[in-house]
């Protein structure tokens, strides 16, 4: 790609990042396009539909949480490692209103253009899960798909504004219910210790 393309490109990716970001995923290419000071049809030479500029725009912030996901593995506190990482990825979403609606879409999509960066995020994620049930910290009956669920979930909560007050609060419940080890295996270990 030329220099040229390539700042045109980025710019465009900034504003439209801006836009989404005060606005949700619904923000209009019409509006993306004058924000960036651009004719419509030079928004969409670059990105032809607003799935594949949400695409492009999101793509590197998948890329940060499936490296944030690598670099947890290595982390001998297995289950915090998991509950760090569903923190990090719940904070991201709430970044761009309405993206959960997109990525729950896009990961049983394969022709969406988001569906292969969802796809490599929750397997990120369900080999931290793994890990973590392999320790004997996280619930044995939830699988990646669940994980990528509970993420959307608690993302959705965040962005509502009755709930955004009672978000961390949520998280805390939902980590501790779920991710974190279960009053089963609390209940086994006692036992086994006595």
Known sequence: MRADAKRNRDHLLAVAGTAVAEHGIDVSMRDVARRADVGLATLLRHFPTREALLEALLHTSFDELTARASELELSNAVGDALVSWVRDCVAWTTEYRGVTVLMAA?????????????????????????????????RSDIDGDDLFALIAMLAWAGDQPALAHRAGHLFDVVASATLARTGDNQDKSAHHEG
């Open 106 to 138: 896009a990961i049983d999509d394969a022709e969406s253009a988001l569906h292969a960066s969802c796809a490599t995020l929750r397997a990120a994620g369900a080999r931290l899960l793994t890990r973590a049930q392999n320790a004997g910290v996280a």
